[in-house]
Structures are given as C-alpha cells and as structure tokens.
C-alpha cells in the first residue's frame, strides 16, 4: 500500500469543477492511478464508472470498455467496495458500467460477433444474478441485430418493449424513439408516428438527447426514401438541437447529407465543424455516418464547381496547405472511405446492411421541394 495521503473526496470535488469530457478524463485517468495505488477500492470503481460515462455521454464511446473491464474485476474482489453485499451494493453500477462497455461493441467492426456473444452470455449472467437490467439485456440484442437481421431485431426490440423498467432502464423519450427507430427499420411507419405522438406533443421528458435519435430516424427514412420535403423538415429541426460534439456526429452527417441539397453552404459549414471530431474516432458507426454525409455533399458540390476552399486539419489525410481542394476527389475519398469502413461491419456482420445502406445515399439527387 502506498504511503502517500489519500483524500478522495477531495479529489471528486476538484474534478467535478472540470468540464465535461477530454479534460474530465484526463484527470480522472490520474486519480484512478493513485486510487489503485492507494487500494483505495471504492474510488476506484467510483471514478472508473465516471470515465465510462463521460466516454459514452461526452467523448469517444469505445473508450468506456477497458474501465468497464477493469471494474468488474475489482468489483467481483472487492463486491463490498460499493456497499453492502447483502443489499447488492453497487450493482447497478456494475450492471450499467458492463452495459457501457458492451455498447460500443456495435459500433467496432474489428471486435467478432463472437466476442460480442460472449460479452452478452456475461451480461446476461449478471442481469439473472441481481435481478435488474432485463429491458435493457433486450435492447443491447435489438441494436446490435439490426445491422445483420432487421426482422429479428424488431423481435428483441418486442422483448424489450414488453419487458419492465427498473433502475437500468433509459429515460422514457430515449425508449420512445428507440421505438420510433426499430418501427422505420422494418417499414411499419404507422406504428413510428404512434409511438412518436407524445414526444412530438411535448408530454414526456426529454433528456438532451431524446429530441434528436428520434428526428435522426425519421430524417434517415426521409433520405433513404427520396422524400426531400420531409427530410429538409427533420433536418432543421434536428440542427437546431445540434451541439459542437463528437456524440452529435451521427446527426451531423445525416444533417450534412440533407443540406447539400437544399443549403450547400450550410452543409460546407457543418462539414468542417466535424472533421474537428471526426478524425482519429474510435467509434467507426460515426465515422461512417458522416463520411458518408460528406460524400453527398461534395458530389452535390462537385456538379457546380471543380474546387472548394476549406479550413481542415493538418492530420485529414488529404490536408492541403494552401486550402484548396478539388470537389471530385473529396467526394471520391469519402465514399470510398465510407465503402470500406460499411465492407467492415458487414463482413463481421455476415450482412449486407452497410453496402444497401451506402447505395441510397443519393436517394435525393434531383428531387425538388414543393
């Protein structure tokens, strides 16, 4: 045991002053180092439980998955660290942590389906062992599935729907649009509108999030199915609630691939607003959404002119000093680099979701509002 004082309440109170992501988990890197050392264990499950939600909230979600790992580790050594083990102290912690740390799996082609099972069988393991998570075990199932089997997600997604909420559980608008997204996957668009009804009425509570998944879905369908006047209507609303953040990409790409029909510059603008994000990502369901979202958007751009300036970082592979770059090859790049990441996914998929999904990108050429 280290010698050295240990104050950790201290400790929390200072970085509880920082703001939210990189620099919060910078510092918290460094107290879990002195909590370990200190064997300290209730701070080093307490702080790698924040390093993982700030990873999943705030920065770059795979990165909650060695912290996740590692507190189930201390925690089955020490399952008292929390509180009491007659009172399964600190099981949800340990449940939601698991759970934060399964969730990027989705969004990593390099990690096997297997692994993922694997992962699952453990999770799954410890929902039966505290009684708590059920809902949640189906909705981990229902996403991951929809990349290989659409039918058979929307069957989990039924599982989850009809299974209780408890402690685990999401907010109820962030269900909700869940809901909304699994009805537009298997095109019953009657049940998305129902299911949407209160969140378009205001009468649930939004998180900050909530707002946003359930536009994202209905503006993906808008696109996917060639209905401009519809997207354009989601997209507005859906970048008013956009922030300057690397959770936001997703909804960045789809904005991005809407605006190049009817706002170009506007679609410039947020392009280079995320490729101070987007580079370096490990979370590639991001990186894909909005290359693929460049890639409209320099193709739209490329039909009217053969170069466009553009502020980019220094560490874009096609970083050219002066600022001047040629529209062709930028669309050329980024579909190309949205091809092989989607070849990834469907390959430890088995499925061909991503390259059906690439080929409507362009759904919307020609297609005018009236």
């Known amino acids: 045991m280290s010698g050295r004082y240990f104050d950790g309440e201290a400790m929390s109170m200072i970085v509880n002053l920082l703001d939210n992501g990189p620099d919060k988990m910078e510092a918290l890197e460094g107290y879990i180092k002195e909590a370990d050392e200190s064997e300290n264990y209730y701070y080093s499950l307490l702080w790698r439980y924040e390093y993982a939600y700030q990873a999943t909230f705030y920065s770059d979600p795979p990165k909650a998955m060695p912290v996740a790992a590692e507190f189930a580790s201390i925690y089955e050594a020490h399952p008292s660290a929390l509180g009491s083990v007659r009172d399964n102290g600190g099981a949800e912690s340990y449940l939601m942590i698991t759970q934060m740390g399964i969730d990027p799996v989705v969004s990593l082609p390099q990690i096997p389906m297997?692994?993922?099972?694997?992962?699952?069988?453990?999770?799954?393991?410890?929902?039966?062992?505290?009684?708590?998570?059920?809902?949640?075990?189906?909705?981990?199932?229902?996403?991951?599935w929809q990349y290989v089997d659409k039918e058979k997600a929307h069957q989990y997604f039924e599982k989850f729907w009809k299974t209780g909420r408890d402690g685990l559980s999401d907010c109820r608008a962030c269900e909700r649009c869940y809901a909304v997204h699994m009805s537009l996957l298997v095109g019953d668009r009657e049940a998305a509108d129902n299911y949407a009804k209160p969140l378009k009425a205001g009468r649930v509570h939004f998180?900050?999030?909530?707002?946003?998944?359930?536009?994202?879905?209905?503006?993906?369908?808008?696109?996917?199915?060639?209905?401009?006047?519809?997207?354009?209507?989601?997209?507005?609303?859906?970048?008013?609630?956009?922030?300057?953040?690397?959770?936001?990409?997703?909804?960045?790409?789809?904005?991005?691939?809407?605006?190049?029909?009817?706002?170009?510059?506007?679609?410039?603008?947020?392009?280079?607003?995320?490729?101070?994000?987007?580079?370096?990502?490990?979370?590639?369901?991001?990186?894909?959404?909005?290359?693929?979202?460049?890639?409209?958007?320099?193709?739209?751009?490329?039909?009217?002119?053969?170069?466009?300036?553009?502020?980019l970082p220094e560490e874009f592979p096609m970083y050219n000093k002066s600022g001047s770059y040629n529209c062709k090859e930028l669309e050329q790049w980024f579909y190309e680099q949205a091809e092989a990441t989607g070849n990834k996914f469907d390959k430890r998929n088995n499925s061909n979701y991503f390259k059906k999904n690439l080929s409507l990108a362009l759904a919307c050429e020609g297609k005018k509002i009236f």
Not at 114 to 137: C, P, S
Not at 234 to 249: C, G, M, P, T, V
Not at 272 to 292: A, P, R, T
């Open 114 to 144: 297997e692994q993922w099972e694997d992962m699952m069988d453990k999770f799954h393991a410890l929902v039966k062992r505290f009684n708590i998570g059920h809902r949640t075990y189906w909705w981990q199932m229902a996403q991951f």
């Open 207 to 311: 998180c900050n999030d909530a707002p946003k998944i359930y536009r994202w879905s209905y503006l993906e369908n808008a696109l996917d199915r060639g209905d401009l006047k519809e997207a354009s209507s989601y997209a507005s609303q859906l970048n008013y609630k956009l922030e300057h953040r690397i959770h936001d990409l997703s909804y960045i790409g789809a904005v991005i691939r809407c605006f190049a029909y009817t706002n170009i510059e506007k679609a410039i603008e947020k392009f280079v607003s995320g490729m101070e994000l987007v580079l370096g990502l490990w979370d590639q369901k991001k990186v894909y959404d909005f290359y693929k979202g460049a890639y409209v958007c320099f193709h739209e751009l490329d039909k009217n002119k053969d170069t466009v300036t553009l502020s």
